[in-house]
């Protein structure tokens, strides 16, 4: 142990050489909370050209995404593009990500048509409430949440949005009117009134989706573009592909950061009479395939965004109701997964379970749905904990193996296992614990297993332990249970139990180092 002298020179030596590390530190979490800080002292004229091309291609495809999602939230048009330039400002500042744009969406727009009614003034409310509960997820870390909610999940339910959506623009599509909101009754009114479509805007909107798939298969095999072609062609290629871009983009952000984001700007975007947004997971992958390199794109978009508002909002009303239900059918039939249920097939059907729960359910209501999945997937997880998979050896000494960690759900299963085995009939088998994986055991683990002990002991039998784990080795030394032995190999321990176990006191440890122990319980 050192001296007093010693120990007060070395913390005095810690605490010099820590100055630094912490204003370090300080830095770093201005930067993580203002990432604007990281990237703006080395701007450069080459990324402000990549972002001013960027910001511009995202421009051109929110504002007719915007007005046709602003049609599914049940609200005017021109409320779609007020939700469409707040976000690129805030994101300015707040972003972890140079490729996200934030914004009106799809799915966005369909959760705000359910609470709403079809009322600016409570899609304007909806937009504070949730910007500030997403503010105060942010302040709280609370984006580990997110981990819980699983990719069966998240496909089953933005599958299920996607077909609510589509469909949900057949009546724009057919000239259709009075079709209820709920998705079951809506399929049944649309065929029962399709001798009433109108034949103008059937044709407006399936000439729409026609001119939308050709510029989509044109992107897909337009070749790519070489210096040497001449300024029009280039041009044209790139008005092209930038009108045809709907892919998804895999980009990992910090969940934290992103909510203060989000919720910032539906807080702010409330103001000016926006319903809630997120994330875009189409502008997304147009930012990022335009060669963006810093969220300061986003400054191009919200500019070209406001400049729409100012001088086209007149125009809006004229907007065929038709044409925006083709944009609409259009951007969200790349979101239907049709290869998730094949995939899940083959990797795990289990989880077929949790996605066709979301997928059903968000037919009757979208939050229903999130939330059975999730607590689908979660018992799932619970039975894995509650049942880990153990691994016996069956011989004269029955030596089981648990594949994971030892939980208080677990030790009764466990428990019934050992006596099962190794008292089913003469003679009595002693068993070994293979604790190689367990990592941790809790307290209600640590009684089981000590009743366990007692038991054996009264039939005539011994159960020791192999392979604990340092953490495993001091709770167990710490309950100092009765008879509890433990061994670094399984032929150490085969060995000890071939010799007759009532020989050995009950009350003994196999500890051949006392101080070894009383280490391990200061540790």
Excluded at 467 to 494: C, I, M, N, W, Y
């Amino acid at each position: 142990m050192p001296s007093p002298v010693n120990a007060l020179g070395q913390a005095r030596s810690s605490r010099s050489n820590m100055a630094p590390d912490t204003c370090c530190c300080s830095a770093v979490a201005l930067q993580r909370r203002l990432p604007i800080l990281a990237w703006l002292p080395d701007y450069s004229l080459q990324w402000l050209k990549m972002d001013f091309i960027a910001g511009l291609s995202v421009g051109l495809t929110v504002i007719p995404q915007a007005l046709a999602y602003a049609e599914v939230a049940g609200l005017p048009p021109q409320f779609g593009l007020y939700s469409a330039f707040m976000g690129c400002f805030v994101y300015f500042f707040l972003g972890t990500s140079r490729d996200v744009t934030l914004g009106p969406t799809a799915i966005m727009s369909l959760l705000v048509s359910f609470y709403t009614f079809h009322e600016p003034a409570y899609a304007v409310l909806l937009a504070f409430l949730s910007g500030c509960i997403q503010l105060a997820m942010g302040f709280l870390r609370l984006g580990f949440l997110l981990d819980f909610i699983s990719c069966p999940v998240i496909k089953g339910f933005t599958s299920a949005a996607t077909v609510t959506i589509g469909f949900g623009q057949i009546k724009n599509l057919l000239g259709l009117q009075n079709t209820p909101r709920q998705f079951f009754l809506q399929v049944y009114h649309t065929f029962l009134s399709i001798g009433e479509t109108r034949v103008g805007d059937a044709v407006l909107g399936l000439v729409c989706m026609v001119l939308l798939l050709v510029l989509k298969l044109m992107r897909d095999h337009v070749p790519p573009v070489h210096p040497e072609m001449p300024p029009g062609v280039r041009l044209s290629h790139g008005l092209v592909w930038t009108a045809t871009t709907a892919s998804q983009n895999n980009y990992r952000v910090d969940a934290n950061q992103e909510l203060l984001a989000i919720g910032l700007t539906n807080v702010l975007g409330s103001l000016v009479s926006a319903y809630p947004v997120t994330g875009s997971f189409g502008r997304t992958a147009v930012n990022a395939q335009s060669g963006v390199c810093t969220p300061a794109g986003g400054l191009v978009t919200g500019a070209l965004v406001l400049l729409s508002l100012d001088y086209l909002t007149s125009l809006f009303y004229y907007i065929p109701k038709a044409a925006l239900a083709a944009v609409i059918i259009m951007a969200v039939a790349p979101l239907f997964d049709t290869k998730i249920f094949g995939t899940l097939w083959r990797v795990k059907r289990l989880d077929l379970l949790p996605l066709g729960v979301t997928f059903l359910l968000c037919f009757w209501e979208i939050q229903y749905g999130i939330l059975a999945g999730t607590l689908v997937s979660l018992l799932i997880l619970l039975h894995a904990v509650a049942r880990p998979k153990t691994q016996v050896s069956e011989g004269l000494v029955l030596v089981l193996q648990p594949a994971s960690g030892l939980h208080f759900p677990a030790i009764e299963t466990l428990r019934e296992a050992v006596l099962k085995r190794a008292l089913e009939g003469p003679p009595r088998r002693c068993v070994v614990l293979e604790c190689t994986h367990v990592s941790c055991i809790d307290y209600t683990v640590v009684l089981g297993l000590g009743d366990l002990l007692e038991e054996l002991h009264r039939q005539g039998a011994a159960l020791v332990f192999v392979g604990l784990q340092v953490p495993v080795l001091r709770a167990l030394l710490a309950a100092d249970l009765k008879g509890f032995q433990h061994f670094s190999t399984l032929e150490e321990a085969e060995k000890y139990l071939q010799q007759d176990p009532g020989t050995q006191p009950y009350d003994s440890c196999d500890d051949p180092a006392p101080e070894h122990k009383i280490a391990l319980l200061k540790a």
